[in-house]
């Protein structure tokens, strides 16, 4: 009896063995699939791209294949994008760490000008590209829920007690920068403006902010869960996720806004010198009229103003301004963002 | 009589009752809605999700990072707990608390401190860089990184096993002599055998589903060092919820298989034990 149940035991045993360890080898066997000798396609020449958040779908699903193609009927070589998006800010952090990255779209100018401090490319060399480096622009707009129940029709609106603003973290994230210079802009180009405007807008914007999320796109996903009355963020994010079967929600176009300014980088220090004709290839592609109507068809804004109308969404800005109407990011950062939100509003609200 | 065995197993069940209630929005309901978000399209759709090339590439490379990671600690975390236990030498408290302190860092800090040593403005990394090697936002990076967090399973496995074992089967064998190698290998070795097991699957199951200190040194790269737990959470970020829950729900079965055999072979090497 002992002895016949100890064999039973051992057989059951023997099987269950023999079933793990198939199991084990057959995951072993598809993990290595790809890197054996017959497993493996001959692998395409890459572009490596760091992006900020919200360029991912425009970049991925229709400028970079569109190049793809391109670069098929030229040269008959197939090329691949590999590539990661985050905040504009997290993006830099890792570019300064030293990320292999050939090609770099960062949200703001000031991103830009923290690689060339830091010596990850060799001075302002975006500059020296087209149109100073900007690719596409987009205005910032506020989301509010559907029916816009709480009555939001511009910044100034949302200074009023009781609502509750999801926003993007200014360390982090590029739109969040953008988006205090619209809050401070929108309300210093008021004809009647005291000199204390700008201050007061944002101390009492911020005071009503509930959520931070670390990207543009991050916080929106966060305004989409069901967060906070309202969002400010770039017009395209909102076009692109109302096309994308999002939650509902209205855009409400503010009187003056910001059009924020996307930056390409080209990182020289990482291009082999063999791939330089392939970057150097897709570098003037994003400025062909051909990268830019799909920028357009992405809801960005084109830096070749007569193809914007090609988009019938874009809605009607009345005073729209740019960063250079406050000298450049450079004192736009130093006069606003640290100077008057960080040093002022932010010690106000948490002293 | 029936009744009786009837209120006694009832009775016998509300502990458990009590157990899940309180675990439900706790624990259980979030997991549900993993898999009840993975679902939403329906079984198709989740295995649409599943077959790209960048889900794909993830979960391979977070299964080979798992795999090294468990081979690498197995030996590293033997050979500590062996040292830790078997020998005496000033210090030995403390050094083994060191030792144990990854569990109890937050990932994330590891991630920074890695890159703080390796990268392009570190100790290591200013001597490395200019020869041309950097192991951060590659896949020695992100294995760098795995090892250091999941260094402590191993050693906590081995090392109660070898303090519990009777010194006295060892010393016979020094006796009739033995060397050290001899007698790790005949004597203590396979007393460890289920302890290995163990603790190389606890290992493995944390590397898969590692996410802190990944983020920080693995540059996230589709295709290159994105891991299955970085591809949820860019997923996730951008919006496409259904797309990381199909691959949080493979990682969720993953684990719960890993952690049903763990659970199975410490079993068994408690049983061995008693039966010694």
Request: aromatic content about 12%; hydrophobic content about 45%; proline content about 5%.
């Amino acid at each position: 009896m002992m002895a016949n149940s100890s064999l039973l035991c051992s057989r059951y045993g023997l099987l269950l063995r023999i079933a793990l360890s198939s199991l084990i080898l057959a995951l072993i066997i598809w993990t290595v699939w790809p890197l054996l000798p017959f497993g493996r396609s001959r692998r395409p020449q890459t572009i490596v791209l760091y992006g900020f958040s919200i360029i991912e779908p425009a970049i991925t699903k229709s400028v970079f294949p569109a190049f793809q193609k391109k670069w098929m009927a030229q040269t008959g070589q197939e090329v691949e994008m590999i590539a990661s998006f985050a905040g504009s800010g997290t993006v830099t952090n890792q570019l300064i760490m030293g990320v292999p990255a050939e090609l770099a779209i960062l949200s703001t100018g000031l991103d830009a000008a923290r690689l060339s401090e830091s010596g990850t490319i060799n001075g302002e060399t975006w500059k020296l590209l087209p149109y100073g480096g900007v690719i596409n622009r987009s205005p910032f707009v506020i989301l509010v829920r559907p029916g816009n129940p709480k009555k939001i029709h511009d910044f100034s609106d949302l200074t009023r007690p009781g609502i509750r603003i999801v926003h993007p973290d200014p360390f982090t994230s590029g739109a969040a920068n953008w988006a205090i210079i619209a809050e401070y802009g929108s309300a210093v180009r008021q004809p009647d403006a005291d000199p204390d405007a700008g201050r007061s807008m944002l101390l009492g914007i911020w005071r009503n902010v509930v959520a931070q999320a670390g990207s543009g796109r991050a916080v929106r996903t966060q305004f989409d869960n069901g967060f906070g009355d309202a969002l400010i963020t770039y017009e395209q994010d909102a076009l692109w996720s109302h096309s994308h079967g999002s939650a509902p929600f209205e855009i409400i176009y503010p009187h003056s806004t910001i059009l924020s300014e996307h930056t390409l980088v080209v990182i020289d220090r990482n291009i082999s010198e063999k791939r330089k004709e392939l970057v150097q290839a897709f570098v003037d592609f994003l400025w062909s009229e051909e990268a830019q109507r799909l920028f357009v068809e992405n809801g960005f804004r084109s830096v070749d103003e007569k193809l914007n109308s090609a988009n019938r969404s874009f809605g009607y800005i009345a005073d729209p301004f740019f960063i250079g109407d406050f000298g450049g990011w450079q004192q736009a950062k130093r006069t606003i963002i640290d100077e008057i939100w960080k040093n002022r509003v932010l010690k106000e609200l948490r002293p | 009589m029936n009744k009786e065995t009837y209120r006694k197993r009832v009775s016998g069940m509300l502990p458990a009752g009590f157990l899940i209630l309180v675990m439900l929005p706790l624990l259980l309901l979030p997991l549900a809605s993993v898999f009840i978000y993975a679902l939403k399209g329906g079984l198709p759709k989740f295995a649409s999700y599943l077959v790209t090339r960048d889900v794909l590439f993830a979960l391979r490379f977070s299964v080979i990072i798992a795999f090294v990671t468990a081979g690498i600690n197995t030996v590293l975390g033997t050979y500590a707990a062996y040292v830790l236990s078997k020998t005496r030498f000033p210090g030995r408290e403390q050094l083994s608390i060191i030792l144990s302190l990854p569990v109890a860092i937050p990932n994330v800090v590891v991630g920074t401190s890695l890159l703080l040593l390796w990268g392009p403005i570190g100790l290591f990394g200013q001597i490395l860089g200019p020869l041309g090697i950097q192991p951060m936002f590659t896949a020695a990076g992100v294995l760098l990184a795995h090892i250091f967090v999941t260094f402590p399973y191993m050693l906590g496995t081995i090392k109660p096993v070898l303090d519990d074992l009777q010194t006295t089967y060892e010393e016979a064998a020094y006796t009739i002599g033995a060397s050290r190698w001899q007698a790790f290998r005949y004597i203590i070795f396979p007393a460890l055998k289920g302890g290995l097991l163990t603790g190389a699957l606890l290992t493995f199951a944390h590397s898969l589903g590692e996410f802190g200190a990944t983020v920080m040194v693995s540059g996230n790269l589709r295709l290159r060092t994105q891991t299955a737990p970085l591809y949820i959470f860019s997923q996730f970020e951008g919006g496409n919820i259904e797309a990381a829950n199909s691959v949080a729900a493979i990682l969720a079965v993953v684990s719960f298989i890993l952690f049903s055999l763990i659970l199975y072979f410490a079993g068994r090497t408690r049983i061995k034990e008693e039966r010694r």
